[in-house]
C-alpha cells in the first residue's frame, strides 16, 4: 500500500495555507479558496469548510502520487513524504521534479535544495522561507524523534535583544518621561521578531518602538501596555490572540495555559509576561517559539543566558502572568519558483 499523508503533515499544511471560504488572489493573481485551491476557481466563489477539507484532500492525493512516484528509488519514511507533500502542495509536481532532479539526488542533496523554493512571482517571500525551513526540517526530523508538530515543524525567530547598540538608546518614552529601548523595550523588541520574521525582515525595535508611542502604548514610567500586541500585529496582519486578562502568577495550570501549550505543541508562539523569578525581578516580556520534551525554547528580549532561552515547561507555567498566542500562519502562498 502507498503511503498517505499523516496528521503532522496536513497540521504543516493547514498551517501555511490557512483556509479562507470566499475567494482571492495570491501574489501571483491566481483565484485561491479553501486551503490553497486554485483549480476551477473563480471570482466571487464561495465554499463551506466541508468543500474546503474536501478540496484539501483531494489536492493532497495529487500531491501523494506525485511523490509516491519516487518511492522505489527514495523508499521514504513519513518525515520526508509529509515534507514532500507539503511541498507539492505548494509549489507543484514539475518542482518536486526540479527539487529531486527526476530522481538522481540524494537524500542529503535533496535536503539541502529545500530552503531555495522561497520565491512568487520571481519575488523572495518571508512566508516561503519559514514554510521551506518547517518542510525541510521534518524531511531530515528521524521518524523516531518526530512525536507531535512541535518537534518536527516549528519555525525560529529572529533574535533581537533590545540592548543591541543598534537601538538601545532609542526613544522610547511615554509623555513626562525619558526612556529607552535598552531600558524599556522589551515588548516592542518581542513583537519585532514576530514582524521581521513572518512579515518583514527590515523590521526592528526602532520601528516598533516608534508605532507603540505614536499610537499611545507607552506605559509612563513602566514598559508597554498589554493592549499593544493586538493592534501591533494587526496592523502587520498577524493574527494575534490575548489569553486572560487577570494575572496567572503562581498557578500553573488554566485555560490560558493549556491553549498557550497546545499553541506552541502546533507549532504557533506565544508572548508572555514574565513575573518575579528566573525571567525578571519586576515584569519582562519574552518570546516562546517551541515546546518538546518539558521544555520550552524562547527568544529573550534581556539575555541569551541558556536558563532563559530553554526552561522547564513547568517553571515558565508558574512566573508567567499574562499570554498572548501568535498565529504563525501567513495565510495562503502561492507556487514557488526556484
Known amino acids: 500500500m502507498k503511503p498517505t499523508i499523516s496528521k503532522n503533515g496536513l497540521a504543516l499544511i493547514r498551517r501555511f495555507e490557512g483556509c479562507r471560504l470566499t475567494a482571492y488572489q495570491d501574489s501571483s493573481g491566481v483565484w485561491t479558496i479553501g486551503y490553497g485551491h486554485t483549480s476551477g476557481v473563480s471570482k466571487g466563489q464561495t465554499i463551506t469548510q466541508a468543500q474546503a477539507d474536501a478540496y484539501l484532500c483531494t489536492d493532497c492525493a495529487n500531491a501523494e502520487k506525485a511523490v509516491n512516484r519516487y518511492m522505489d528509488t527514495y523508499h521514504w519514511n513519513q518525515n520526508q513524504f509529509d515534507a514532500l507533500v507539503s511541498f507539492t502542495f505548494n509549489c507543484g509536481t514539475g518542482n518536486l521534479n526540479t527539487l529531486l532532479n527526476h530522481g538522481q539526488r540524494s ?16 519575488k523572495v517571500l518571508q512566508g516561503l522561507i519559514n514554510r521551506r525551513a518547517a518542510e525541510k526540517a521534518l524531511f531530515d526530523t528521524p521518524v523516531s524523534s518526530a512525536g507531535n508538530t512541535s518537534s518536527s515543524a516549528y519555525i525560529k525567530p529572529i533574535s533581537y535583544l533590545q540592548t543591541d547598540p543598534r537601538w538601545k538608546t532609542h526613544n522610547y518614552s511615554a509623555r513626562g518621561e525619558r526612556k529607552t529601548i535598552g531600558s524599556s523595550g522589551c515588548g516592542i523588541t518581542a513583537s519585532a521578531m514576530v514582524i521581521a520574521t513572518l512579515k518583514d525582515p527590515a523590521v526592528t525595535p526602532v520601528n516598533t518602538a516608534e508605532w507603540s508611542m505614536s499610537h499611545g502604548y507607552k506605559a509612563l514610567n513602566q514598559g508597554t501596555y498589554y493592549s499593544y ?34 499553541a506552541l505543541q502546533s507549532g504557533d508562539w506565544v508572548i508572555a509576561c514574565m513575573g518575579k523569578g528566573n525571567w525578571t525581578s519586576a515584569g519582562h516580556f519574552i518570546l516562546l517559539y517551541r515546546y518538546e ?46
Open 107 to 122: 537524500i542529503a542533496q535533496i535536503s539541502d535544495k529545500i530552503p531555495a523554493y522561497r520565491k512568487s512571482g520571481g
Open 293 to 338: 520534551n518539558g521544555y520550552v525554547y524562547i527568544n529573550d528580549p534581556a539575555s541569551t543566558k541558556e536558563t532563559r532561552i530553554k526552561n522547564t515547561w513547568d517553571l515558565f507555567a508558574k512566573q508567567v502572568k499574562y499570554m498572548w498566542v501568535i498565529h504563525v500562519s501567513n495565510g495562503a502562498v502561492s507556487p514557488a519558483d526556484a
Open 229 to 262: 500586541f493586538v493592534p501591533q500585529f494587526s496592523a502587520f496582519g498577524i493574527p494575534c490572540e490575548r489569553l486572560n486578562q487577570t494575572s496567572l502568577y503562581g498557578k500553573s495550570l488554566s485555560a490560558a495555559h493549556e491553549k498557550a501549550l497546545h
